[in-house]
């Protein structure tokens, strides 16, 4: 490819996708009390599994540092341009720690290119973006025409959330404990999704599991219509099963050209919790 395509550990990449495309991953970091990992370097999904059920509290995550990212534009060749898309600025410092490496490389080799998009986006919405920068750079889209098409994307992006349980949620302080409390004595399932900014909100509540997996599903259709030219996303944590099923029904109610299905890495997973399902799709219109 003539252009390397890059993210970090808050993206969430089927395996036939990084084959194809060779992406290069900058990990976020992960600290479990005094121990600090790299997300899908030193910590696999096994062991954050087996972590997170011994763990009185949720890991802390932190952003690669400007360090981390400029080693990783500095591996890459001078003569191939770099396009990296970072982990939603609502969410993290990863953003501003790219912009800063580049401009560390920049000062040794200011005849690089490398262009930095806040994704506004998180887990499988990152790879549907980055399956979308796949197929114009197949198309032999130029650097520019590829990063002003990908700043068009971000804002059709739709990502959606629906989680089994809030405890995590609740343990990282991302939800009121009161609230938390009263929304699972009443098996309160909020659907969440992305904001224009790139944050999480809350767009319902239902109660119970089957209504709020519907209600999930029903939502596609409130995005898009047109379905035959588009792909779909989803990604989940520790349930595959589950994650299968509510993808079979989803291509069932719509023709979706194609569906990833993708497990979260670990820095998703400690967010949604077990059962926690993300899908992503570029809906018909922009947002803003």
Do not use: W
């Not at 060749?77 to 609502?90: A, C, E, T, Y």
């Not at 198309?139 to 025409?145: A, D, I, M, R, V």
């Not at 219509?225 to 588009?230: A, I, L, S």
């Amino acid at each position: 490819m003539h252009i390397q395509l890059m993210t970090d550990g808050g993206a969430d990449i089927p395996t036939r996708l990084s084959d194809d495309t060779n992406i290069k991953v900058v990990p976020l970091y992960l600290h479990f009390k005094e121990q600090e990992y790299k997300t899908g370097v030193t910590l696999d999904l096994d062991t954050f599994y087996e972590k997170m059920a011994e763990a009185d509290d949720l890991p802390r995550s932190a952003a690669p540092s400007p360090n981390d990212f400029y080693e990783a534009y500095k591996q890459v060749d001078p003569n191939k341009p770099i396009l990296m898309l970072s982990l939603s600025k609502g969410l993290s410092g990863t953003y501003e720690n790219a912009v800063m490496g580049k401009n560390m490389l920049l000062e040794e080799e200011p005849e690089r290119s490398i262009e930095i998009i806040n994704s506004k986006t998180a887990s499988c919405g990152i790879a549907l973006l980055l399956d979308e920068a796949k197929t114009k750079i197949d198309e032999n889209y130029s650097f520019p025409q590829l990063v002003d098409h990908l700043q068009e994307r971000i804002e059709q992006t739709s990502t959606l959330f629906v989680l089994k349980t809030l405890e995590n949620l609740i343990r990282g302080g991302r939800l009121d404990r009161v609230k938390g409390t009263i929304a699972k004595t009443l098996n309160i399932k909020p659907l969440m999704q992305a904001s224009d900014e790139g944050t999480i909100e809350v767009k319902e509540k239902v109660r119970g599991e089957k209504k709020s997996v519907r209600r999930f599903i029903e939502q596609i259709g409130e995005y898009t219509k047109d379905f035959e030219d588009k792909v779909i996303a989803m990604s989940h944590c520790n349930a595959e099963a589950r994650a299968g099923k509510v993808l079979a029904e989803i291509k069932a109610k719509y023709p979706f050209k194609e569906a990833y299905l993708i497990e979260m890495g670990p820095l998703i997973a400690t967010y949604a919790g077990e059962g926690g399902l993300v899908i992503s799709f570029f809906s018909d219109k922009q947002h803003k």
